[in-house]
């Protein structure tokens, strides 16, 4: 059974910077591309960044590009979301997904974690 | 940049109803499109991929059609475990946007 566990979220100031982790089990991990999704009730679903399952290409979105750093660690069957630089408009739901294929170009999802909530304010 | 539109934003119905959502995308993206369904405080669950194929463990009673720029999303006969929030999300690039959902509640 896929289970994708998110990590790291809370409270942070704008400006500051948070680190969120997705442990991910019943599947082989290296063989399949992940992402992170957000949700606001303003903005609704926001795919955020992707990962191919080799780690060697990423992408992002606009409103991330620059501030945002989504890598993995293999041995640990863990993807991570480095944020820096946060701003109020960063608040929601941080989703982990795991894309069906290597490729992180384009796809969709087709297993989700539980989300990790992460609010920026002062 | 592909632009996603859904509709109706809410959607009363009752057990048993045929029900449909329509997603249209800016631009055409083919038949990549997918549809998922998400209840309150739970994550997104994947239904269809490729506009019209049924994820697997997904009821019969769920299907996708369409192709380019229009799409719909059927529900044969709703069943009370359906009443949730639907979204589309095209794949045709990396920046795979979303749909801003569908509330199906109970007339």
């Known amino acids: 059974e896929v289970q994708l566990l998110e990590s790291g979220g809370g409270l942070v100031q704008p400006g500051g910077s948070q680190r969120l982790s997705c442990e991910a089990s019943g599947f082989t991990f290296r063989s399949y591309a992940m992402s992170w999704v957000r949700q606001t009730p303003g903005k609704g679903l926001e795919w955020v960044s992707s990962?191919?399952?080799?780690?060697?290409?990423?992408y992002y979105s606009d409103s991330v590009e620059g501030r945002f750093t989504i890598s993995r660690d293999i041995s640990k069957n863990t993807v991570y979301l480095q944020m820096n630089s946060l701003r109020v408009e960063d608040t929601a739901i941080y989703y982990c997904a795991k894309l069906p294929n290597s490729g992180a170009y384009a796809s969709y999802f087709d297993y989700w974690g539980q989300g990790t909530l992460v609010t920026v304010s002062s | 940049d592909i632009q996603m539109t859904q509709s109706p934003s809410t959607l009363s119905a009752s057990v048993g109803d045929r029900v449909t959502i329509t997603c249209r995308a800016s631009q055409s993206i083919s038949d990549w499109l997918a549809w998922y369904q998400q209840k309150p405080g739970k994550a997104p669950k994947l239904l269809i991929y490729k506009a019209s194929s049924l994820e697997s463990g997904v009821p019969s009673r769920f299907s996708g059609s369409g192709s380019g720029t229009e799409f719909t999303l059927t529900i044969s006969s709703l069943q009370p475990d359906d009443f949730a929030t639907y979204y589309c999300q095209q794949y045709n690039n990396y920046l795979r946007r979303f749909g801003p959902g569908t509330r199906v509640e109970i007339k």
């Open positions: 990962i191919s399952g080799s780690a060697d290409t990423t």
